[in-house]
């Protein structure tokens, strides 16, 4: 992988054999790593459709000699799934708010220079630094205080916003030139619209990456949603497919049926985002 | 006009500022002053059990043999994982972005996909994969005629091995990150160097790796943060083994904290995680300010 | 301009906010509004993993004789219900009734989040001590408190492969030590790849056990005996296993791989659970394993387990939640229980059933209850225990000296037991 770094990165302009023959060493280069990354996900997949006996069998078979779904179908016999998923698309909604102020907050930090601006934002990244097992039970006695626990909005708030994201967009917003930002003030735009109608289309490769984070975040809420509810009406889905495991292990068919089946979703999310990641756009204005 | 513009950054940040007041900072403090007492379960049901015990908690973790343990195996972690995150997900980066067939979109969803997966699916996967004797990995060794590698069961090579895992659940998303910023890059700046006739290697480093500094910033800091409070793959799949020469720091305060209910000694653990994590990074903005006009 | 739009998302996520909170509080538990016993109450109950999806259908029956009771079962995934215990105990908001595993009771017994329900034992004749067995009612004991009632049991037996033992000479399992350590070296003594035993080194009361079992008391008061003779023996035999190869040190494997076909590892010593997990996973070995009551040295104690039921400190259904312990405690339920989950009742009597009495299992499970003892009933045990593992493992990995280990441990644990 690192000779790679040594390969230059934008196509010349004429394609010559030369650069062809590069093409195809780089495709197939990454089609070895590709392969190897993907193993592991091949073998969830596959033994979700193994009965449990094959499962734990040596030696170990790739592909399942019977297969079934019948872990699929306990799978939604076993979980309140309309329940669960209406949590965590609820959960998926808000964090996405939480995407918007987090933007919000990485525009100010990156193009406004304001008293106190870099200190503050020393603060917002130590946040990111303290191990959260330490801080949770505080958030908690917080969120209990509020009379928050049990709701929902107990489940979203704490995490609506986090330093990641912050630094994120500040860090690709101070890229873009101020110039641009003076030029739209000039046209007498307020410093909102500035936001939602200049910065943010030109952040959208960030926008989509952490649209994305923030769609995993949400789709795989856990520890949270436990600790908060009291009710199992306010469980997630991952929070029910833990369920599935007993106290002694085994039901391993089943939590990869239950895995797989967390990350069709993601995948499919993944696969419609990328494409505004990638999309070659330019940007008006700048240079 | 000017006055809002003085004020809209507060606006801005407000909102953001006051949630991470209440959810982060407050929480921060609250910890601070339970490493200062004797707090667990006890203290927790009843306050008035509570004990100050001054610096105790901080002098006790400081000389447990098991923490400066697992502050050795962190730094291993960090200093080699850092690294090889990066280099791994900048050059897969590069490969996508420099592919003009069509394939090579369909890399990014490949190289992504392990950053969706769950770690304790794919912790069953991989134990399996790591088996000294039935294991994927040293079936391929052995193919090969090369000795058989003890991947879980060495006190290096387990390090090696978690690591391994982690680069692997790592790639995608900074692999992602960098692709974003690649194409932040104008493109009229490679015509430019294209007409001066600069080779490949040259528009790498002169255009692609100044215009990603940022990127890269930011993906060594948070991939160092991550690396610091590495848990997930040493919890599930050795759980510190063999001999804690896998426990992490954060697997030593979760261990203290959630296991043992010691509040107070794992609040004291994590205070000099917190501070050793600040120093580091602070060093890493100095770097930064010094190279770039941050 | 700006300012009024900033304002407006603001205000308005404010409101959505509102909504939800409010809208979810509406549903909050209608038990904190209840108070009288005529009144319909609702009962919180938690229970733990799989198995607690199973408690609404044996809560039905409840309902049925309570009409005036609606049961509202909660199951918390067993990895982080202690996080989630934990919560409960710092908010003092947690269910009514609650499930608690034998080892936590000395921990969240003396943070005082469960109630001692000794005082109201004689309303319910189910809830009787001598119902249960002597080791459960341990359990249930704390600082001279009762906390809780047994609820189901599990105890370690021996399991092992009938064939394969047949084939070194051993038509039964091993009755004592050296039985065990001799068929241990036949079966090693197989070849290939094969070894005589699996001993889980995970396994944090695998010592603790085989030290009873050789005399030791384990602690006396806060003095612990971990450097004495009967202690240090039994190590040194566990140990044995790993230094002459007949268990795996790191084997890799789940049991049931290594416990089919040709067996890897022939025997394992665990609890009932593994009867249905064998069942499930290896149907083809049928006919070709049992369960065998632990080899004996001194004594074949065998270590206690299992959950008990217990009544939240801050309930306000008091009553209520006694009452439901003591419809679970009926060896009827109990039996029902063990239908629907395969837990071994606690309840002495639920042992006279037909099913318990004529399967072999069982009846193996039967008798090793008649020799269990919960693991210490300490708050640290838990420290205890796991200091216990990280030394056993420099002793079976790293090939330190038993005694030198035993004299460091039996120091570090009069720290841990005198609080440092």
Known sequence: MKSSSTAAMKPMKSTNRQEKLFQWFVGIILTIGGILMLIPFFWMVLSSLKHESELMKLPLTIFPSSPTLENFTKLFENMNFAVYLKNTLIIVFFSFIGLFLNAAAGFGFAKYDFKGRDSLFYIVLATMMIPGQVTMIPVYLILNMMNLTNTMIGIVLPGLVGAFGIFLFRQFMSTIPNELLEATRLDGASEFRLFVQIILPLTKPILAVQGILTFIAGWNSFLWPLIIAN??????????????????????ALQMAGSAFMIIPVIIIFIIFQKHIIENYTISGMK | MKGSVNRAPYYFIAPTLILLTIFSLLPIFVALFISFTNMDLVGLADYSNIKFVGLKNYI????????????????????????????????????INFGKARIFKAFRVIFYMPAVTNVVAVAVVWGYMYNTKFGLFNYILESIHLPAVPWLTHPVWAKLSLILLAVWRAIGLNMIIFIAALQGIPKSYYEAAQLDGAS?????????????????????????????QFFEEPFIMTQGKPLDSTTSVALFIYRNGFQLSNFGYAAAGSFVLFFAIIIITLIQFKFQNKDTDL | MKRKTMALVLSSLMLVMAALTGCSSSNKDSSES??????????????????????????EDFEKENPNI????????????????????????????????????????????LMDIAPMLDQYPELKPDNFYPGSINTTKFDGATIGVPWYVDTRVLYYRTDILQSVGYNEAPKTWDELKDAATKLKARGGDKYGISLDTKEQSLAFMFARQNGSKLLDGNKPLFNEAPFVEAVDYLNGFFKEELAPIDLGMDIIPAFRDDAITPMFISGPW???????????????????VLPKKENNISALGGSNLTVFQYTKHKDEAMKFLAYMSKPETQLKWMELTNSLPAAKEAWNSDVLKNNKNYKVFGDQMEHSEPMPMIKPYEALSQKFLSTFEQIYRANANVQDEMNKYNKEAEDILNNK
């Open chain 3, 34 to 59: 209840a108070g009288g016993s005529d009144k319909q109450v609702t009962l919180n109950v938690w229970g733990m993993g799989e198995e607690a999806k199973s408690l609404p259908k044996i809560a």
């Open chain 3, 70 to 113: 609606k049961i509202k079962v909660q199951a918390l995934p067993w990895d982080t219900a202690h996080d989630k215990l934990l919560t409960a105990v710092a908010s003092k908001q947690g269910p009514d009734v609650l499930q608690l595993g034998t080892t936590w009771v000395p921990e969240f017994g003396s943070a005082k989040a």
């Open chain 2, 200 to 228: 490949n290697w040259k528009q790498l480093t002169s255009i692609t790796l100044p215009m990603l500094r940022f990127a890269i910033f930011f993906v060594s800091i948070t991939t160092m943060i991550g690396w610091l």
């Open chain 1, 231 to 252: 009710d199992e009406k306010l469980y997630t889905l991952s929070v029910g497919l833990s369920l599935l495991k007993g106290q002694y292990g085994g039901n391993y």
């Open chain 3, 274 to 292: 593994m009867v249905k997990i064998i069942n499930d996973q290896a149907p083809e070995l049928e006919g070709k394993w049992a369960t065998a």
């Open chain 2, 60 to 95: 006790n973790v400081l000389a447990d043999p098991i923490f400066l343990k697992s502050i050795g195996n962190t730094l291993f972690y960090v200093i080699i994982g850092v690294p090889l995150v990066i280099v791994c997900s900048l050059g897969v980066a590069l490969m």
